[in-house]
């Protein structure tokens, strides 16, 4: 089975207000031979193509995480608070100890906030800092923007 395949990367511009921001244009060779373009943003050419890799997985995680039923994941929730504090009463003699309890739940935080940020789509606007968005945004909108479908379609 054939992966998608980089067959050419074109250089569109870099940004003027926000120097360290470069636009490519990534055509890839799909598994049925058809061929596709998509932009890539990137602080240089590596940059651009780990964002398309990195969202390329994510896509493919979300389509199977997708199919898991919502009542899957609060039981999942749910089994792990009730066995966080059984196993914090079990640690503390049969009292309940909130420290303990408070550690079980800022480690599930912290997994579900990297879980949250690596899931992110890396290869869009989003990417871009709030503050330098605007500017961004005013660099690009003289010369346009890429349209993933209409390029797909030529």
Known sequence: MM???VINVSYRKSSESFPEWM??????LN???SKTKIPAYGKDLQDALSRVVHDKKVE????????IPDLVW???WFGYILGWTLLT????NGKFDGLIFIIGIALITSFTLRAKLWFRQRNTMNAIPKSLKGH???AISG???FNVDRMSEK
């Open 136 to 138: 961004y945004d005013n």
């Open 3 to 5: 992966k998608q395949k």
């Open 60 to 67: 493919r995680i979300e389509q199977k995480t997708k199919r």
């Open 23 to 28: 636009k490519y244009e990534i055509e890839l």
């Open 143 to 145: 010369s346009g923007q």
């Open 74 to 76: 609060v039981v999942l």
């Open 89 to 92: 009463l079990e640690l503390s």
């Open 31 to 33: 598994e049925d031979g």
